[in-house]
């Protein structure tokens, strides 16, 4: 692992690297697809001490959320559950390839409903004239709710900004691509990028220094 990059946040060592929350949660599995994934959010408090970092939720709602988790575990073990499950749907609509595969058209009605029974709290500013939303945070499941809006947020910005996929072939790890050229390939050139060019090194490329 790459020593901390000035400006970068990390969760259980993991640099969160989407340029979205909502990226940025579909990250939090390590290696998807391996008997071992390293999944980092494997616990309701795992995923209060994720958001934090990820900036969704504000240091005195962990503390209301760590709260409500040591007096509802089986609620917060349901709740962990749909934020998986939403985890993954996201991740299927969000990365690069075949968009009218009959997966994704499951993972799109699936995420429909879940939008739907959204019930985010408005908020007007008066002098300002503008209109935010927002999920007050009073039990379990704001977490998730909180999560998708987040998600919600992203899919409605027009137009929708370019979502890559890192090309390491053990990282699917999904970035907003802010490249001029669109043609970013790893999600962190420190990481996966250098790994690439250690390999391509090792195999004779002179091209392909490591850094």
Same mark, same amino acid.
């Given at each position: 692992?790459?020593? &901390?990059?000035?400006?970068?946040?990390?969760?259980?060592?993991?640099?969160?690297?989407?340029?979205?929350?909502?990226?940025?949660?579909?990250?939090s599995?390590?290696?998807?697809?391996? @008997?071992? &994934?390293?999944? *980092?959010?494997?616990?309701?408090?795992?995923?209060? #001490? +994720?958001?934090?970092?990820?900036?969704?939720? $504000?240091?005195?709602?962990?503390?209301?959320?760590?709260?409500l988790? *040591?007096?509802? &575990?089986?609620?917060?073990?349901?709740?962990?559950?749909?934020?998986?499950?939403?985890?993954?749907?996201?991740?299927?609509?969000?990365? %690069?390839?075949?968009?009218?595969?009959? %997966?994704? =058209? =499951?993972?799109?009605?699936?995420?429909?409903?879940v939008?739907?029974?959204?019930?985010?709290?408005?908020?007007? #500013?008066?002098?300002?004239? *503008?209109?935010?939303?927002?999920? @007050?945070?009073? $039990? %379990?499941?704001?977490?998730?709710?909180?999560?998708?809006?987040?998600?919600?947020?992203?899919?409605?910005?027009?137009?929708?900004? &370019?979502?890559?996929?890192?090309?390491?072939?053990?990282?699917? +790890?999904?970035?907003?691509?802010?490249?001029? *050229?669109?043609?970013?390939? +790893?999600? #962190?050139?420190?990481?996966?990028?250098?790994?690439?060019?250690?390999?391509?090194?090792?195999?004779?490329? %002179?091209?392909s220094?490591?850094?």
């Amino acid at each position: 692992m790459a020593p &901390p990059a000035a400006g970068k946040r990390y969760f259980m060592g993991l640099a969160l690297i989407g340029g979205h929350p909502a990226l940025d949660l579909v990250n939090s599995v390590k290696y998807r697809g391996r @008997p071992d &994934p390293q999944d *980092t959010l494997c616990s309701f408090r795992q995923v209060v #001490d +994720w958001a934090r970092i990820a900036r969704i939720i $504000e240091h005195r709602e962990v503390t209301t959320l760590h709260r409500l988790a *040591t007096q509802d &575990p089986r609620a917060c073990d349901v709740i962990l559950t749909d934020i998986h499950s939403l985890r993954e749907n996201l991740r299927c609509i969000l990365e %690069p390839g075949n968009r009218r595969s009959a %997966p994704r =058209k =499951k993972a799109a009605a699936v995420l429909e409903d879940v939008i739907e029974a959204l019930r985010p709290a408005a908020r007007i #500013d008066p002098g300002a004239g *503008t209109l935010t939303r927002g999920i @007050p945070i009073h $039990e %379990p499941a704001d977490l998730h709710h909180r999560l998708v809006l987040s998600a919600v947020e992203l899919m409605e910005t027009s137009p929708m900004p &370019p979502i890559g996929c890192c090309a390491a072939s053990d990282c699917d +790890w999904l970035f907003i691509d802010r490249s001029k *050229t669109k043609r970013r390939r +790893w999600c #962190d050139t420190g990481t996966c990028g250098n790994r690439a060019r250690v390999r391509r090194f090792r195999a004779g490329d %002179p091209g392909s220094r490591p850094t």
